[in-house]
C-alpha cells in the first residue's frame, strides 16, 4: 500500500467513533439513530427521512428483482420524462414508491425528481413543519434493466432557505452541491447495498433478505488515491474534445483497464471500492454533458468526496460548488480516485487551449 493511500484510510473513522464493535451486526436504523447525534441539527428528522428512504429501497428492491417475471419490463406509457430520457416501466414505480415513502412520513418540505418537471410539495403531516428537501434520481442506468445489469437510486438532502412557515421554492433546490445534509445511493446488483454520507464519511450497508435489514457491511469507506481503471463511453471517442482524447489516449497507453456500466451508480461503486476514474464529457448530443447535476453528479461528488476521492467538471470546477440554474441541468463530470482527476487535470490544462 501507498504512503498515501494509507494517509487516506487513517481518516474519518466514522463507524469506529460512533462505538460500534467491528465483530456484531449493525443494522442501518440503529447506525443512523446511534450517528445522529454526530449531526449538528440532529431533531430526528433527518434520521426519519434516510429511514424512509431505506424503506422505499427495499419496496424498489423487491420490484427490481422480480422485473422478468411480472410485466414491468420495458417502456412507459408515458415515453419520456422532463429531459427527453426514454422513461421505464421501473423508473415510474421507483419515483411513485419514493415520493409515496416520503409524502407518508412528512419528513421533507419538498421533493425534486428526475422523473418530475416541477417541485413537489409535501404536505405536513401532524402539523410537522419539515426544514428539509430530498431530490433523487429513482432509477439510474435504468435502460439496463431489461438486461439484468445493475441499476440504482441516487439520493440527495439539503436543508430548505426558505422559512419553514410556508411552501417550498424552487430556490430552495437550486442550491450547490456543497450545501447537502446527506447524500447516498442503492444499488441494486448482486447484492443490494445502500451507501450513504451526512458529512462524516461513507458507509455501505448490504442488505440481508433473510431478515430485511440493511447491515453495516463496508465501515468508512476510503477510495483509493490511484486506480487501473477508467471508465467512458468509448463510443463517443472522435465526439469528444481534444484533451478528453489524449486523456483517453493515454489511459490506454498506460494499460487501464476499460470499464463501463452504462449505469453511473454501479461505476462509482466500482470506483468507491476499488479507485478509478468516471468520465462523462461533452458530446456533440449533450454539449453541456449528459448527467444532471442535482440528481447524479452532486451526490456521488459528496460520496467521493467524503471518501477521499475529485470530482470535478470539464472547465476543472468543483462539481460541489456549482451553482444550479435549473433543476434539471447537466453538468460534465470527471470523478474518482484523487490522482486520476488531477492527472486529468493536468491534461485539461495541457491540451485545452491548443487547436482541435
Ligand atoms: P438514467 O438511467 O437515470 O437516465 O441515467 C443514465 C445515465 C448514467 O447512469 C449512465 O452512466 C449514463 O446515463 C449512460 O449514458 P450513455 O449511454 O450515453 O453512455
Ligand atoms: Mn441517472
Ligand atoms: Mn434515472
Known amino acids: 500500500m501507498s504512503s498515501s493511500t494509507k494517509k487516506a484510510q487513517s481518516n474519518q473513522p466514522h463507524a469506529a467513533t460512533i462505538g460500534l464493535a467491528a465483530n456484531r451486526i449493525v443494522t442501518l436504523d440503529e447506525f443512523i439513530i446511534r450517528a445522529e447525534k ?4 440532529a431533531t430526528g428528522e433527518l434520521t426519519g427521512l434516510l429511514r424512509d428512504i431505506g ?57 425534486a ?34 438486461v439484468n445489469v445493475s441499476v440504482g437510486t441516487i439520493f440527495a438532502i439539503y436543508r ?31 447484492s443490494t447495498i445502500l451507501v450513504y454520507t451526512t458529512g462524516r464519511g461513507v458507509n455501505g450497508f448490504t442488505l440481508d433478505p433473510s431478515i430485511g435489514e440493511f447491515c453495516l457491511s463496508h465501515r468508512n469507506m476510503r477510495i483509493p488515491v490511484n486506480g487501473q481503471f477508467y471508465s467512458v463511453n468509448q463510443g463517443y471517442y472522435s465526439k469528444f474534445d481534444l484533451e478528453m482524447r489524449r486523456y483517453i489516449d493515454h489511459c490506454s497507453d498506460q494499460n487501464y ?8 451508480v454501479s461505476d462509482i461503486h466500482r ?39 475529485k470530482a470535478i467538471n470539464t472547465q476543472l470546477k468543483r ?8 433543476l434539471h ?28
Open 160 to 190: 430548505r432557505k426558505s422559512d419553514a412557515s410556508g411552501p417550498a421554492t424552487l430556490e430552495d433546490f437550486l442550491q450547490e452541491g456543497a450545501k447537502q445534509v446527506a447524500a447516498g445511493y442503492v444499488l441494486y446488483g448482486t
Open 113 to 146: 425528481s428526475e422523473e418530475n418537471t416541477d417541485i413537489i410539495n409535501v404536505p405536513a403531516v401532524n402539523s410537522k413543519k419539515s426544514h428539509y428537501i430530498v431530490m433523487f434520481d429513482p432509477l439510474d442506468g435504468s435502460s439496463n434493466i431489461d
Open 38 to 41: 454526530d449531526f449538528e441539527y
Open 329 to 356: 441541468v447537466r453538468s460534465t463530470i470527471a470523478i474518482g480516485s484523487p490522482a486520476m482527476v488531477d492527472e486529468l487535470q493536468a491534461f485539461i490544462e495541457r491540451y485545452s487551449a491548443l487547436p482541435i
Open 257 to 264: 483497464g476499460l470499464r463501463y456500466i452504462g449505469s453511473m
Open 319 to 326: 462539481i460541489l460548488d456549482i451553482v444550479p440554474n435549473e
Open 271 to 309: 470506483i468507491l471500492i476499488h479507485g478509478g476514474i468516471f468520465l462523462y464529457p461533452s458530446t456533440r448530443k449533450y454539449p453541456k454533458g449528459k448527467l444532471r447535476l442535482l440528481y447524479e453528479c452532486n451526490p456521488l461528488s459528496m460520496l467521493v468526496e467524503q471518501a477521499g476521492g
Open 55 to 111: 424503506v422505499a429501497a427495499k419496496i424498489i428492491n423487491r420490484e427490481v428483482n422480480k422485473a422478468g417475471l411480472v410485466n414491468i419490463l420495458g417502456v412507459a406509457d408515458s415515453g419520456e420524462n422532463e429531459s427527453g430520457d426514454t422513461q421505464q416501466k421501473l423508473d415510474v414505480y421507483a419515483n411513485e414508491k419514493l415520493i409515496e415513502c416520503l409524502q407518508n412520513s412528512g419528513e421533507c418540505c419538498a421533493i
